[in-house]
């Protein structure tokens, strides 16, 4: 019922599957401007991104973190959260084929569910919730990215680009999650793990966008 529900809003609003993918955008931006409100100044190699969500001022491990922003941040990844679960769900419609393609956006809909829970519990506060959401949000959403490269019929470049944007943030996830930062930090190492897949998930919107409006033009 519910899917047959999506099936029908997404053929009668085929862009808005795509577009919430494109406005994942926000979290560059948002990023961008709770960093520049710290003071001191923030590190984009040593502190983490989550760093920017934590609501206490003073040290946390051995990071300097005040970030009074922290409100706009832990928003900014909910509504990050619920862009990837509505594309995912609405985006899948158009790729109705094999039990691969489910299993991709369903994991990319279980990534967005993680990337909320990332915003509801901040890092200071239930540490074992937020260190879940960040492992649904980077690690499955990243192994969706290469089920999705592999399964579904998109150009060529675009398959190459998925996968091998998923396998290079899973190997940065795992240098990360197991201490060895390759030189450029903890923030560092964290955003080669997480910035490609929000970055995937913009221009596949394009992608799917492009395709709509040419079929536009076409009538």
């Known amino acids: 019922m519910i899917s047959n529900r999506a099936k029908t809003f997404s053929d009668r609003y085929p862009f808005v599957g795509p577009i919430m993918w494109i406005l994942c955008v926000e979290y560059f931006i948002v990023q961008l401007v709770v960093a520049l409100d710290w003071k001191p100044a923030y590190s984009i190699a040593a502190n983490t991104i989550s760093d920017l969500g934590n609501t206490a001022c003073g040290f946390y491990g051995a990071r300097t973190v005040c970030s009074p922003l922290h409100s706009i941040m832990n928003g900014s990844f909910i509504v990050l959260g619920l862009f990837m679960m509505i594309g995912s769900a609405l985006i899948y419609q158009e790729f109705k084929e094999t039990d691969w393609s489910l299993a991709g ?21 239930v540490s074992a919730l937020h260190v879940l959401g960040a492992f649904l949000a980077l690690g499955v959403g990243n192994v969706a990215i290469i089920v999705l490269g592999t399964a579904l019929k998109v150009p060529r470049s675009l398959r190459v680009y998925s996968i091998a944007s998923g396998v290079i943030s899973l190997v940065a996830l795992g240098l990360f999650f197991t201490q060895h930062y390759a030189g450029i930090g903890i923030g560092g190492t964290e955003r080669i793990a997480g910035y490609p897949q929000t970055l995937w998930l913009i221009i596949f919107g394009m992608y799917i966008s492009k395709n709509h409006y040419a079929r536009l033009a076409k009538k």
Request: charged share 5%.
């Open 105 to 125: 956006f369903g994991l990319m809909f279980l990534a967005g569910f993680g990337t909320v829970l990332v915003g509801l519990f901040p890092e200071n506060t």
